[in-house]
């Protein structure tokens, strides 16, 4: 496969979220550790929708954790979660409105070991050495060291799947069972 550099733009960060959820499947997230890259296509992610959703951090409003979901979008959340993972989120939506997509699965392709597994919210963080210093980042920012890039693969509508998110139960029924988990076996 033959990858385009080409970053995502602003305007692709400030559509609505089930939209970049679904729409950043096929993607590329790229981390650059000094002269190395490591790659990954987006496989599988889910939308937080904002205050009204209840499985959204932000829904208890604006915290010092969530500052960074009420500013602009297409910058980077990141948080641990049981003391031990790291979780990478995409901001999405007008600033404002604290929305974002959780980047759950990556396959892998530069820079990790073919054992080295990236299925999953904690262990794709781990693969790519993404931890807390990159939240409130820009995804489009090469300088960054952790971007996103298009590229020229697109998926039909009948390879996008959809399912209920991953351990939102508290959430209550409306949340927890709504299809805002977006994924792909097409890689």
């Known amino acids: 496969m033959e990858f385009s550099p080409k970053l995502l733009s602003s305007d ?33 992610t889910e939308a937080y929708l904002g205050t009204q959703d209840k499985a959204c951090h932000s829904h208890k409003g604006l915290t010092p954790r969530t500052k960074v979901m009420f ?21 999405t939506e007008p600033e404002g409105n604290p929305c974002a997509v959780l980047i759950r699965a990556l396959k892998p392709i530069s820079g990790v070991a073919p054992s080295i597994k990236a299925d999953g919210p904690g262990k794709l963080c781990k693969a790519f050495q993404v931890n807390g210093a990159f939240n409130n980042k820009e995804a489009d920012n090469l300088n960054s060291g952790l971007y ?12 996008i799947k959809k399912a209920k998110r991953v351990g939102v139960d508290y959430a209550g029924e409306r949340w927890k069972n709504r299809l805002l988990r977006f994924y792909t076996e097409k890689f």
């Open 71 to 91: 500013g602009p979008a297409g910058r980077w959340y990141v948080y641990l979660v049981y003391g031990m993972y790291y979780c990478l989120n995409l901001v």
């Open 12 to 44: 692709f960060f400030s559509q609505k979220t089930e939209k970049i959820a679904a729409d950043l499947l096929g993607k590329v997230l790229v981390r650059r550790v000094g002269n190395k890259e490591i790659s990954g296509i987006i496989i599988e």
């Open 148 to 159: 996103l890039q298009g590229q020229d693969i697109s998926l039909l509508p009948r390879e």
